[in-house]
């Protein structure tokens, strides 16, 4: 069993600033070196900033729950559109030859908070909509399926027990950990039927968002870990005629979620009372909701400092600023 700990990350108000400067301008007019140190220490204050909500700008999926003593109790689900192959391998396949459609989602091994053997469950939902934007972690998708959706469900685990061993190499070699779920074949018939109908459909993301607004991946079971996932798509399973008497198995990844399209895991958060306690007396980051820190630099004193010891043609081309945490 793999247990890996909750960490918050707390930031104690003091800071040093230092600069350094070695310049060499006008070295090919005269033989000349100007170099200005400047090395002292300032006092950098902050405090902490709740954040109850952030914006989506990933294209990773975080999936579970977990409730941490000191933390707190974290929930995310996620809703997402697909970026559309342009091409479906239409030549010697029939809609009768497509046997199943797998949602496929990949984590790297280690990405995940809590237990790696607990099982969980997820529910798997046909979007009824396309999803706005911008959007927020805070996003309810009420209004965006409907319960009698349910495509898909799933009992599932971090690990790769109970694969076949070929399988399980080729993850274990790639250090991936994969949770597939097998959705109904006659949607994967659906998606080839409207590729030879209307191909320019899955040239166009905007357009094939509006046939199919995406899925929405819930949690239906279970605690104890959350994935953070950073490739999801939608497979076809499907046999190939190459000639009259011979044939082939296929798998044909034909969508995928991209940075193009709109994704977003849909959060909920009760922090600890402790967190809540040590927010007020010192600044701390917690993520991915939670806290942020505000800082506040000493900008003029830096320069002051600065233009005291330098002379009038230095140039600052390097600048470090460290925080202990």
Not at 189 to 209: I, V
Request: aromatic letters at 10%; one cysteine or more; charged letters at 20%.
């Amino acid at each position: 069993m793999k247990i890996k700990n909750l960490f918050i990350v707390t930031l104690i108000a003091l800071g040093v600033i230092s600069c350094n400067e070695d310049s060499t301008i006008g070295s090919s007019i005269v033989n000349d070196e100007l170099a200005v140190v400047i090395d002292s220490t300032f006092t950098v204050t902050g405090h902490s900033v709740p954040n109850a909500k952030i914006q989506s700008r990933t294209d990773v999926q975080l999936l579970g729950i977990i409730n941490a003593k000191g933390y707190g109790h974290l929930s995310s689900e996620f809703v997402t559109q697909f970026m559309p192959s342009n091409a479906l391998d239409t030549v010697g396949v029939t809609v009768n030859d497509i046997d199943s459609l797998m949602l496929g989602m990949v984590m790297s091994e280690g990405q995940y908070v809590g237990d790696s053997i607990v099982p969980m469950g997820i529910d798997v939902y046909r979007l009824k909509r396309a999803l706005p934007y911008p959007i927020f972690s805070n996003f309810n998708p009420e209004d965006y399926y409907s319960p009698d959706d349910l495509i898909a469900s799933k009992i599932y685990n971090a690990t790769r027990l109970g694969m076949p061993d070929s399988i399980a190499k080729v993850y274990r070699n790639n250090k991936q950990v994969p949770v597939e779920v097998k959705l109904p074949v006659e949607l994967g018939r659906e998606f080839f039927k409207k590729y030879k109908e209307s191909p320019e459909t899955f040239n166009d993301p905007e357009r094939f968002a509006e046939w199919f607004p995406g899925l929405y991946i819930k949690n239906s079971y279970g605690t104890g870990r959350v994935m953070r996932f950073y490739n999801t798509s939608l497979a076809l399973h499907y046999t190939k005629h190459i000639t009259a008497d011979s044939t082939t198995h296929m798998r044909k990844a034909i969508m995928a979620v991209t940075p193009e399209v709109v994704n977003n895991n849909n959060m909920e958060l009760s922090i600890s009372p402790q967190i809540k306690s040590l927010a007020q007396t010192a600044p701390i980051v917690m993520a991915p909701l939670g806290y942020n820190t505000e800082v506040t630099l000493p900008a003029q004193d830096l320069l002051n400092r600065f233009r005291s010891q330098s002379g009038d043609y230095t140039v600052v081309n390097a600048m470090t600023f460290e925080v202990p945490a």
